[in-house]
């Protein structure tokens, strides 16, 4: 066994603390977070050294890279996983850089086999495209939300048409209350309609001005509109070019896995994207229990002498993947004779929707299991 390095990462500076293989200190220090303290670090720490480091969201990230291109093993580790088996292992409340890379330091030490044998990351550039791809379709959800709530007051009328197209969108950002409209030409508002290529155009200018004669709206409000308006059109840009880097690295990278994933009724190319982003690799998990551990879908138990209850989901595990396991879910209900039956099932168990969804989710992070476990395609079953 060689030695272990915790890392405790700050935004600044980083503390390290280098344990032997009986838990001995060998080295400690600080070092500043930028090439000249990289290189420093270096230079304290054997060859054989595997670090380990919690993740920190960004902090960790430059580092984890510079010691992954000099080809040391890296290990980043979920917080709470530290935490708590530094609650497990003493009751001090001793709380400063160095301790807690010292702890961390233990805890590799403790779990050495697994993550030696791993060698796995919290940390993955397609991970980092999946979840920015995700906070982009977040702020489009509430960019239409702002959007309709400006309509509202500026031009409630318009509400009437699918305001969400490419066409109606582009025109918003031009024409945004009944009295622009109004006082525009026909041949104004045709090219302020068709400007954006996309999907037909559904409505027409006789139909627009329809709404705006007689609008009860408030012109003062025209200029959030057309805001709202311009930023879905630039978050909607933003999400395709996202879209197509996941969706090509994801087929690039586990293109067998995503035609599993997609051979399920409702799972498309997007969500099952972002599903493998998230695992990365199925062989990380020994069991589908554990898959499940990690989406964060498992109960909580709680137990006393001869008591035993399950509580609500502990919610402990990757919220990405968890979100995304419950729009897949959602849509194999629709598409799926199986997973509808499977639901029907619980509800006539007397399982609210919440908790029968989360028994959906759990069956089908089961089936996906076996299935990339297996290699093999999704065949309908009842």
């Known amino acids: 066994m060689c030695c272990v390095a915790g890392i405790d990462i700050a935004s600044r500076k980083f503390d390290y603390r280098i344990i032997d293989a009986k838990g001995a200190s060998l080295s400690k220090g600080s070092c500043e977070m930028n090439l000249d303290g990289f290189s420093s670090f270096l230079n304290a720490v054997p060859d054989d050294t595997v670090f380990v480091m919690e993740s920190t969201g960004r902090y960790h990230k430059n580092l984890f890279h510079f010691l992954i291109g000099k080809g040391f093993s890296v290990c980043v580790e979920n917080p709470m996983m530290i935490r708590n088996y530094v609650k497990s292992t003493t009751l001090r409340k001793t709380k400063t850089d160095s301790a807690d890379a010292l702890s961390i330091a233990r805890y590799g030490l403790a779990n050495y086999d697994r993550l030696h044998k791993e060698k796995r990351t919290m940390d993955d550039e ?32 318009i509400l009437a048409v699918d305001v969400f197209t490419s066409s109606m969108l582009s025109f918003l950002s031009s024409f945004a209350s ?48 057309k805001d709202s308006a311009e930023k879905i059109l630039y978050l909607e840009k933003r999400d395709k070019a996202l879209t197509k880097a996941l969706i090509e690295h994801e087929k690039k990278v586990h293109e067998k896995e995503m035609e599993i994933l997609q051979s399920i009724p409702g799972v498309g190319e997007i969500t099952a994207a972002h599903f493998m982003a998230e695992v990365e690799d199925i062989s990380r998990f020994a069991t589908y229990q554990k898959l499940i551990a990690y ?38 209900i629709i598409h799926s004779a199986f997973f509808r039956a499977y639901y029907d099932k619980k509800r006539s168990e007397g399982f609210s929707h919440r908790k029968a969804m989360v028994a959906v989710m759990n069956k089908l992070t089961k089936i996906i299991f076996t299935l990339l476990t297996r290699g093999e395609m999704y065949k309908e079953e009842l």
């Open 126 to 157: 397609v991970r980092n495209i999946a979840r920015r791809r995700q906070e982009v379709a977040e702020d489009i959800a509430r960019a239409k939300t702002q959007l309709k709530s400006d309509l509202a007051l500026a031009w409630p009328e």
């Open 178 to 225: 009944p009295d622009e409209v109004l006082s525009a030409t026909d041949e104004e508002l045709i090219a302020a309609l068709s400007c954006n290529r996309g999907r037909a155009i559904e409505t027409s200018t006789e139909d627009i001005k329809g709404y705006a004669i007689g609008s009860i709206g408030v012109p003062g409000y025209a200029d959030l509109v």
């Open 295 to 332: 989406m964060g879908t498992d109960p909580s138990i709680y137990q006393s002498g001869e008591s035993c209850s399950k509580g609500h989901i502990t919610k402990h595990g990757n919220r990405s993947l968890r979100k995304y396991t419950y729009i897949m879910a959602q849509r194999a």
